[in-house]
């Protein structure tokens, strides 16, 4: 039988890397996240014919806990039932703490941290009833150590592990793994954002605020490629993954080993 997985955000960046490797491995996919409806609609046909399984799409905003429940329940309408659970979905605002907007704080908290409580907390009963299912948090380098000027996302991400090794625990007998992943800079529109802004404001090029302060911090002095974190993410979901549960797991070019 198919598995059946759920992104949340997935119509960009690592999130649809993660939908489209895991597609490759015969899984039926939700889409989730924002963007140009067409676009999305031309990726779920075009992700559906490649790897021959089904894709359905879902525009809830993960902040909003009724819409995370109208996306959990569409998708069990679609396949029955939610086997893998990819809370992915996340965004950044940079500023010093003392000028952080407390709205930014809050949207951050609520998309990148509770959000994953309110998935988790539904489709967690299920895959233990059943006894398989695999719960991946896409967390950050910034789970594992802090940086200035990112105190909402660090704080979020930090938090993420924590549910993850609880529910991890919580789970432990029961077939249902939990784990994080713990990218380093990858160059999606998220880290976009940050190079076009430090390029602005240190009058540098976008190529020089890359090279020289994003990579900065990362010994491998190149951006993580979206399908490295994928392929970690279809390696959770395999059945010799199962004793990998509770774990916090960098792919972040040796930036957390410093
Ligand atoms: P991205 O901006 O390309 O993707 C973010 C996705 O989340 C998009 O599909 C967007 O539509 C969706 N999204 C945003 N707000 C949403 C909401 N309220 N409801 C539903 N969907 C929403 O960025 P990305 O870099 O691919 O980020 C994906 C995850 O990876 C995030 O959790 C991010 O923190 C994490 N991450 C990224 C990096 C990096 O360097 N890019 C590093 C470590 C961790």
């Known amino acids: 039988m198919r598995r059946n997985a759920v992104i949340t955000g ?21 889409l989730n996240g924002f963007g140009d409806r067409d ?12 790897h021959g399984v089904q894709v359905i799409y879902s525009a809830a905003d993960v902040s909003k806990p009724d819409q995370i429940k109208g996306m959990l329940s569409e998708s ?6 939610v086997d893998v659970l990819v809370n992915n979905a996340g965004i950044q605002h940079v500023a010093s703490i003392e000028e952080f907007p407390p709205e930014k ?21 299920g895959m233990k009833q059943r006894g ?3 719960m991946i948090n896409i967390a950050s380098a910034h789970a594992l150590v802090g940086s200035p000027n990112k105190s909402a996302y660090i704080a979020a991400k930090h938090g993420l592990i924590g549910l993850t090794r609880t ?22 529109a998220l880290v976009e954002q940050q190079i076009q802004e430090l390029a602005k404001t240190e009058g540098i090029t976008e190529e020089e605020a890359a090279r020289d302060i994003v990579l900065e911090p990362q010994p491998i ?22 004793a990998v549960t509770g774990a ?9 080993a410093q």
């Open 76 to 81: 069990e309408h679609a396949f029955g039932q």
């Open 39 to 50: 676009n999305i609609e031309q990726l779920r046909g075009r992700i559906a014919s490649d």
């Open 167 to 188: 529910v991890a625990l919580e789970a432990a007998t029961s077939g249902v793994t939990a784990n994080a992943i713990c990218p380093g800079y990858v160059r999606t």
């Open 132 to 134: 398989w299912g695999r």
């Open 105 to 125: 704080w809050d949207a951050i908290l609520a998309i990148n941290l509770t959000a994953a409580f309110h998935t988790t907390r539904q489709v967690i009963g």
């Open 221 to 242: 002095r190149r951006f993580v490629e979206t399908e490295e974190v994928a392929a970690l993410a279809v390696f959770l979901c395999s059945d010799t993954a199962a």
């Open 248 to 256: 916090a797991l960098p792919v972040d070019g040796g930036w957390t």
């Open 10 to 30: 997935s119509t960009s960046g690592i999130g649809l890397a993660i939908a489209e490797a895991m597609a490759g491995e015969g899984m039926n996919i939700t």
